[in-house]
């Protein structure tokens, strides 16, 4: 848990993911092949960059840190269960927010309504409520991600982090804390009071930023 916490890692993470998301977005931005529209995919491609999508998603969403590997356990397997929509420029920042709500939802004891994450998303909530139901089910609601999971996707991201120049910190299988609940407890329970106190803090200062 507190490898997570670290904003050095943090940072390190949401590079890496970004990088990682749109080298793949791009790929199959250049791949000649059919490809099912759906509610995912904008008219254009956003001006805002992945990166700092995924930035701003980190700043105001205020899940647990574990929320962004477990987000993309379920980009994984949507993926992999929609392969006529495979993940491109048009599609990739409202996969990015969907996927990051439904873990918040899954794994926090708090979190936002879909009208915050719509805002933090830039899109409207009647959208946000649209891509929530279809990510669901596009997923077959397979929501519960066990800790061999959990640990398994930690390792895949960490060899691909150190093949990058220089190193980045990651967190180590040694995060992992078995348990045999619906949500894993992926080291990021928010049970404890003084946490919750603070958590709560933060979504009212994040909630007073969107509201200017």
């Given at each position: 848990?507190?490898e997570?916490?670290?904003p ?7 590079t ?15 791949k000649?092949?059919p490809?099912r ?19 701003r ?7 647990s840190p574990?929320?962004f ?12 269960r ?16 969907t ?7 899954f ?23 649209f ?11 397979h ?31 040694s995060l ?5 609940s619906?949500?894993?407890h992926?080291?990021c ?24």
């Amino acid at each position: 848990m507190a490898e997570l916490e670290n904003p050095n890692v943090m940072t390190n993470l949401i590079t890496f993911l970004s990088s990682l998301l749109k080298r793949v977005s791009e790929s199959n931005d250049n791949k000649q092949q059919p490809q099912r529209i759906s509610v995912f995919h904008g008219l254009s491609r956003p001006t805002i960059s992945i990166h700092n999508y995924l930035e701003r998603i980190f700043k105001y969403a205020n899940c647990s840190p574990s929320c962004f590997i477990v987000a993309y356990v379920y980009l994984d397997r949507f993926t992999q269960r929609q392969p006529s929509l495979p993940m491109n420029s048009f599609n990739v920042h409202r996969l990015l927010i969907t996927s990051v709500m439904v873990a918040a939802k899954f794994m926090d004891d708090m979190y936002y309504n879909n009208a915050y994450y719509a805002k933090v998303g830039g899109i409207s909530t009647i959208e946000m409520n649209f891509l929530e139901l279809d990510f669901l089910f596009g997923m077959s609601f397979h929501l519960n991600v066990t800790p061999n999971t959990f640990q398994a996707y930690c390792a895949h991201l960490h060899r691909e982090m150190l093949l990058m120049q220089p190193p980045l910190d990651f967190p180590n299988s040694s995060l992992l804390k078995s348990s045999s609940s619906s949500k894993a407890h992926l080291l990021c329970s928010n049970n404890d009071e003084s946490h919750n106190s603070h958590h709560q803090h933060q979504k009212q200062q994040q909630q007073q930023e969107l509201a200017v």
